[in-house]
């Protein structure tokens, strides 16, 4: 018997993992992918808005070649945390199904059953892309994640969107040669945009080296091209690949299969206790970005590190520590 099973193996997970062991509590993760899958999964060339110090959890220094650390950095970072400190944890395990039992709950995974006393989901948002529900979106050219420019070279590139990634994708595939086009809701580009990236795109856009459509929106994706409904009608375009980066979000049928409860409207906001994490469900806690539902800038590795504390601090209150 487990007094605790973490699910989800990235930076929370792992916080949250350093934090019961330290306080002699029994525990394991279980992550369906690889250590920090979601890190794992960003652009190979991604350098993080915040600074190194933001991403340390339990008080493990982090220290980088740059201020802000790289992807490589950080997936470097995590595994010697997880490393040196021997954290108990299965990888390539997904769970499957939850059942509670009088004082505890059963976990069935793609591996194993297991009892514990107490659960943490700390499963991030990264897996699950905001689809547009548009026709041509199962096509094979359509990508919702985005890993490396150097496969788009000397190709006719539409990326959707005006985020981070979206701008990312936009700037790195242009610099390896792809002609890009951006399709873009709004007016401008995201005031959340890395400050030291922002400028680079609007100049570009500026010039004419990557071609923007604003106030409109991608309709049909067809094999050599799209078209896009812009405020001055319907343009269509050749096109090899289209990065429809959107945006991501919970695993909300995961979640709903858990017993959480979801708020009914567009945000889709878990229930928990703000001061302790735990839902609606007694002894299943929420950490890390999970907690905010679709306002999924809402919550970061620098701001949810403490969610790790909050819990096990509730946990200990409850549980008399059980030998692993």
Request: proline share 5%.
């Amino acid at each position: 018997m487990l007094d605790l099973l973490i699910i989800g193996g990235g930076p929370i997970g792992l916080a949250c993992a350093l934090e019961a062991k330290n306080k002699g509590l029994s525990y394991l993760i279980v992550e369906k992918g690889t250590l920090v899958n979601s890190l794992y999964n960003y652009p190979a060339g991604m350098t993080f808005f915040s600074t190194s110090d933001k991403l340390e959890i339990g008080g493990v220094p982090f220290v980088s070649n740059s201020i802000k650390p790289t992807r490589a950095e950080s997936l470097e970072y995590y595994r010697r945390v997880a490393s040196s400190n021997q954290l108990n944890i299965h990888l390539f395990e997904a769970v499957l199904s939850n059942q509670s039992k009088n004082d505890h709950y059963e976990i069935t995974t793609t591996k194993a059953v297991y009892q514990a006393k107490n659960i943490i989901i700390a499963t991030g948002f990264y897996d699950v892309p905001v689809k547009m529900n548009i026709p041509g979106e199962d096509l094979p050219k359509v990508r919702h994640y985005y890993k490396d420019p150097n496969f788009y070279t000397f190709q006719k590139v539409l990326v959707v969107g005006a985020s981070n990634s979206s701008v990312d994708a936009a700037l790195e595939t242009y610099r390896k040669g792809a002609e890009v086009t951006m399709v873009i809701r709004g007016d401008d580009i995201s005031e959340r945009v890395k400050y030291w990236v922002r400028p680079d795109i609007i100049n570009r856009i500026k010039e004419g080296t990557i071609k923007a459509y604003y106030h409109s929106n991608l309709i049909v994706i067809r094999e050599n091209e799209v078209d896009i409904q812009t405020p001055k009608g319907l343009v269509t375009i050749p096109n090899d690949f289209v990065l429809a980066l959107t945006g991501y979000q919970p695993d909300f049928s995961f979640l709903q299969k858990m017993g959480i409860a979801l708020s009914a409207d567009e945000k889709r906001l878990p229930e928990y206790d703000p001061k302790t994490m735990e839902t609606n469900q007694k002894g299943i806690y929420l950490a890390g970005v999970v907690c905010g539902g679709m306002d999924t800038h809402s919550w970061f590795i620098e701001n949810s590190r403490v969610h790790a504390e909050q819990i096990i601090s509730n946990i200990v209150k409850q549980t008399v520590p059980v030998s692993a």
